[in-house]
């Protein structure tokens, strides 16, 4: 009796981009309900909820992906690290702990709690009985903690930045990132031709990239229009600069987790979300935006 075999069909690009976009959709429009609940204690705290989930998440990812490339590093103590890291700008920022940090103040406070970090895994190497790798331990460790935790951190400092209302830039921030994702992955899918870096992303295009950047900056300007009584600063002018910039930093986001990706051998970082994959895949491109907003807003926007 001949054998029956069964081949998995192939999920077509359309459903690949519902899945994706009914995730990205539900994921934050939790978070930004919550910021805009008008009730403070809420806000704050399931914001902070969800800023640790995604640090602590996202970091486990990608130690994953190190320890798939046999690459050694202190996982708990690097979460750990991360979690503290947030939380500590998130009372500092709030003040919680009896003073209201200026932006200076929070950056300083990030800035010695790396370096106590840093001794900390140190210390630790001292005391590791199985790892030699005391270089290339530290490295990943302190790597990890710096691409998750500290580049996430800005979305807190965009959110509580000092004079603004700094939810409706924060809303802006992610919106314009995810329209150059949006952007990027429709035309790139309708007519993309030219690969951009083929070793690393085989799927992103320069028309994607093109996309990414019509798409992102016409939301950029429609928002800035619409909310402009709630985005101090903002003109049509810093609208089409950081529509811009924005969907570029989005697309390089993208590219560098691709990069782990595909030095790992993992298509995803993980499964936690439908059609996306799982925290770094939906973080990407908002990891090395967060500091471009957060600058963009304190040395352009306020010149604070």
Same mark, same amino acid.
């Given at each position: 009796?001949?054998?029956?075999?069964?081949?998995?069909?192939?999920?077509?690009?359309?459903?690949?981009?519902?899945?994706?976009?009914?995730?990205?959709?539900?994921?934050?429009?939790?978070? /930004?309900?919550?910021? &805009?609940?008008?009730?403070?204690?809420?806000?704050?705290?399931?914001?902070?909820?969800?800023?640790?989930?995604?640090?602590?998440?996202?970091? &486990?990812?990608?130690?994953?992906?190190?320890?798939?490339?046999?690459?050694?590093?202190?996982?708990?103590?690097?979460?750990?690290?991360?979690?503290?890291?947030?939380?500590?700008?998130?009372?500092?920022?709030?003040?919680?702990?009896?003073?209201?940090?200026?932006?200076?103040?929070?950056?300083?406070?990030?800035?010695?709690?790396?370096?106590?970090?840093?001794?900390?895994?140190?210390?630790?190497?001292?005391?590791?009985?199985?790892?030699?790798?005391?270089? /290339?331990?530290?490295?990943?460790?302190?790597?990890?903690?710096?691409?998750?935790?500290?580049?996430?951190?800005?979305?807190?400092?965009?959110? &509580?930045?000092?004079?603004?209302?700094?939810?409706?830039? /924060?809303?802006?921030?992610?919106?314009?990132?995810? *329209?150059?994702?949006?952007?990027?992955?429709?035309?790139?899918? /309708?007519?993309?031709?030219?690969?951009?870096?083929?070793?690393?992303?085989?799927?992103?295009?320069?028309?994607?990239?093109?996309?990414?950047?019509?798409?992102?900056?016409?939301?950029?300007?429609?928002? #800035?229009?619409?909310?402009?009584?709630?985005? #101090?600063?903002?003109?049509?002018?810093?609208?089409?600069?950081?529509?811009?910039?924005?969907?570029?930093?989005?697309?390089?986001?993208?590219?560098?987790?691709?990069? *782990?990706?595909?030095?790992?051998?993992?298509?995803?970082?993980?499964?936690?979300?439908?059609?996306?994959?799982?925290?770094?895949?939906?973080?990407?491109?908002?990891?090395?935006? #967060?500091?471009?907003?957060?600058?963009?807003?304190?040395?352009?926007?306020?010149?604070?």
């Amino acid at each position: 009796m001949a054998e029956t075999v069964c081949t998995e069909k192939p999920i077509s690009k359309g459903r690949i981009f519902a899945r994706r976009a009914v995730s990205t959709i539900i994921l934050w429009t939790l978070i /930004l309900s919550a910021l &805009f609940s008008g009730n403070e204690l809420v806000s704050n705290y399931v914001f902070l909820f969800i800023m640790v989930f995604l640090a602590a998440t996202g970091l &486990f990812e990608f130690y994953g992906l190190a320890a798939r490339r046999d690459l050694v590093c202190f996982r708990y103590w690097g979460v750990f690290g991360g979690i503290l890291l947030m939380l500590g700008t998130f009372f500092h920022l709030t003040g919680h702990l009896g003073i209201h940090g200026s932006p200076a103040r929070v950056n300083d406070f990030e800035t010695v709690f790396i370096v106590i970090f840093v001794l900390g895994l140190c210390l630790r190497q001292f005391v590791s009985r199985s790892n030699t790798a005391g270089i /290339l331990a530290v490295s990943v460790t302190l790597f990890g903690l710096m691409y998750v935790p500290w580049l996430l951190n800005f979305i807190q400092k965009i959110n &509580f930045f000092p004079g603004v209302e700094g939810r409706y830039y /924060l809303l802006y921030f992610v919106l314009i990132t995810k *329209f150059s994702d949006t952007g990027a992955y429709i035309v790139g899918s /309708l007519i993309g031709r030219h690969k951009m870096i083929p070793r690393i992303s085989p799927g992103k295009t320069w028309e994607g990239f093109a996309g990414a950047i019509v798409l992102s900056t016409l939301a950029s300007v429609g928002f #800035a229009h619409v909310f402009a009584d709630h985005l #101090a600063g903002m003109t049509v002018f810093h609208g089409i600069v950081l529509g811009v910039v924005l969907s570029g930093g989005a697309v390089v986001g993208d590219l560098i987790e691709s990069l *782990f990706k595909r030095e790992a051998g993992m298509k995803d970082s993980g499964r936690l979300f439908p059609g996306i994959g799982g925290i770094l895949d939906l973080l990407d491109s908002l990891l090395f935006n #967060a500091p471009i907003m957060y600058m963009y807003l304190r040395h352009i926007l306020t010149a604070s």
